[in-house]
Nanobody, 112 residues
């Protein structure tokens, strides 16, 4: 299984980014997917998840600002991040929720 994350970068507070994670080597449409993040000196935390049926769940800190979605035809899960804050700065990872498969991480830096 391979998960290729992309879309991170440097953005000013209030800006937007869209992360993508393309999966291969698994039956993508049958798997729940998630986005985690790890800020410097902090534990990795779940940001958002989406089931195979499209049901979503969000951390309280990102509700109303982030949207997770999936395109099963492209084997890709997305994280649209709006109204970004400096505290959103972290390395973001995609993950197959019920398996220990992680992407390589993409760095998001939000400047104030």
């Amino acid at each position: 299984v391979q998960l290729q994350a992309s879309g991170g970068g440097l953005v000013q507070a209030g800006g937007s980014l869209r992360l993508s994670c393309e999966a291969s080597g698994l039956f993508f449409r049958m798997n729940a997917m998630g986005w985690y993040r790890q800020a410097p000196g902090k534990q990795r935390e779940l940001v958002a998840s989406i089931t195979s049926a499209g049901y979503t769940n969000y951390a309280d800190s990102v509700k109303g600002r982030f949207t997770i979605s999936r395109d099963n035809a492209k084997n890709t899960v997305y994280l649209q991040m709006n109204s970004l804050k400096p505290e959103d700065t972290a390395v973001y990872y995609c993950k197959v929720m019920v398996e220990d498969y992680w992407g390589q991480g993409t760095l998001v830096t939000v400047s104030s």
